[in-house]
């Protein structure tokens, strides 16, 4: 089954111990990208890699690391992490590949982060 | 700036009937759009997806019309049921910039018996 698997999916952490959240997809997508969710703000984009070793800032990456060392795998770390990074992740892929449904986005399940 | 709006912000209807689900956008030069359903607390579920040289695309009970020159798309859901309850977003992908995916605030849609 095609799909975007993140873990863990709930995580309660305290400021400042760094936690990774893993991404991996099984559909061979060039794209992947991480967003964050919250009320009232929708869903904002953090980090985005259009292919192994290949990432970028999106509208929000303060405070995140990213890498891509691996194609089916988009780690997002939080090396000191604050409350105000309190939320919904969420980690999402797409093919770059000529095509019809090139550039359709598909979502993991959700990594609700709570930082206290 | 793109901008992507969706109204209205919430709907309520009894089983049945057939809606539609607005989403306009500010700039014509987008790469495609995409409508997603999203459960409370889960992830986003991709629904329809229409690239710019496209005009509509079907999936079941779900038509999706792409109008670029009027910056709109509407979702029409025929024959809603309460399993269709769920927030609806829509998302364009802006052109010259591939990365760059543009959400709307979703339509939160309640399907009653």
């Known amino acids: 089954e095609a799909q975007v698997t993140q873990n863990p999916r709930y995580l309660i952490t305290v400021t400042g111990k760094k936690l990774t959240v893993t991404c991996s997809q099984n559909?061979?997508?060039?794209?992947m990208s991480w967003y964050r969710q919250d009320p009232g703000l929708g869903l904002r984009q953090i980090y985005y890699?259009?292919?192994?070793?290949?990432?970028d800032k999106g509208d929000v990456p303060e405070g995140y690391k990213v890498s891509r060392k691996e194609k089916r795998n988009f780690p997002l770390i939080l090396e000191s992490p604050s409350p105000n990074q309190t939320s919904l992740y969420f980690c999402?892929?797409?093919?770059?590949?000529?095509?019809?449904?090139?550039?359709?986005?598909?979502f993991g399940e959700g990594s609700r982060l709570t930082v206290l | 700036k793109q901008e992507v709006t969706q109204i209205p912000a919430a709907l309520s209807v009894p089983e049945g009937e057939n809606l539609v689900l607005n989403c306009s956008f500010t700039?014509?030069?987008?790469?495609?759009l995409q409508w997603f359903r999203q459960d409370p607390g889960k992830g986003l579920t991709s629904l329809l997806l229409i690239q710019s040289s496209q005009r509509e695309q079907t999936s079941g009970r779900l038509n999706a019309s792409l109008d670029k020159s009027s910056g709109r798309s509407t979702l029409y859901i025929a024959a809603s049921q309460p399993g269709d309850s769920a927030t609806y977003l829509c998302?364009?992908?802006?052109?010259?910039?591939?990365?760059?995916?543009?959400f709307g605030a979703g339509t939160r849609l309640a399907v009653h018996p």
């Open positions: 999402a892929s797409s093919s770059l590949q000529a095509g019809p449904n090139t550039g359709e986005l598909f």
């Open positions: 559909m061979n997508h060039e794209y």
């Open positions: 890699s259009m292919n192994v070793e290949v990432t």
């Open positions: 700039d014509s030069a987008i790469y495609n």
């Open positions: 998302a364009v992908r802006i052109s010259g910039g591939y990365n760059k995916l543009i």
